[in-house]
């Protein structure tokens, strides 16, 4: 008679974003993971009503994505269906700005570089990375205020920077 679902994740972080979402987006929970090491609680999806779910789990390098079915009552999860969406890791290094971001099944990446002048920013240059399952790239930008905008795989980052 139980209608708990036990959500276990492995190899969690401090800091950690975990978050139940339908498929408009609609953040339906959210928790921020406290502890490292193994995450586990109970949930009852069945109080959902019939349609499509997904847990997020938003971690410093990548997204893992677990879909979930809710019809009359039940819960099902698609184990094939989840995916993990690597997020674009940026650095300074003397001057230059490195961005590289893990692709294993080609998608490409949109980069967009703005540039702070008087409080607003505009456009400096933007490129689509693809074709690699490796995205490497290195900038050389002038001294002052970044935000640095990403797009892939239907999902958005941003990343401001002082050069």
């Known amino acids: 008679d139980l209608k708990g679902t036990a959500l276990t994740l492995k190899n969690v972080k401090k800091g950690d974003l975990l978050s ?3 498929y408009n987006g609609t953040v ?3 928790e921020l993971i406290n502890f490292s090491g193994t995450y ?3 949930f009852d999806l069945t109080a959902l009503p019939n349609g499509d779910y997904f847990f997020e789990v938003d ?5 893992k994505t677990i879909p979930f079915t809710v019809k009359l009552n039940k819960v099902e999860f698609n184990k094939d269906a989840e995916i993990i969406t690597y997020k674009p890791y940026v ?6 700005v490195l961005i590289s971001k893990l692709s294993p099944n080609l998608e ?12 607003l920013y505009e456009l400096a240059y933007s490129e689509k990375a693809e074709g690699t399952q490796t995205i490497e790239r290195i900038y050389k930008l002038s001294k002052g205020n970044y935000k640095i905008f990403f797009k892939s795989n ?6 401001f920077i002082n050069n």
């Open 154 to 159: 239907n999902k958005e980052f941003t990343k």
């Open 91 to 96: 650095r300074q290094n003397d001057g230059l």
């Open 28 to 30: 339906l929970y959210k």
């Open 40 to 42: 586990k609680k109970g």
């Open 20 to 22: 139940i979402k339908d």
């Open 59 to 63: 971690k410093d390098l990548e997204i």
């Open 108 to 119: 490409p990446l949109n980069i967009s570089i703005y540039s702070e002048a008087n409080g």
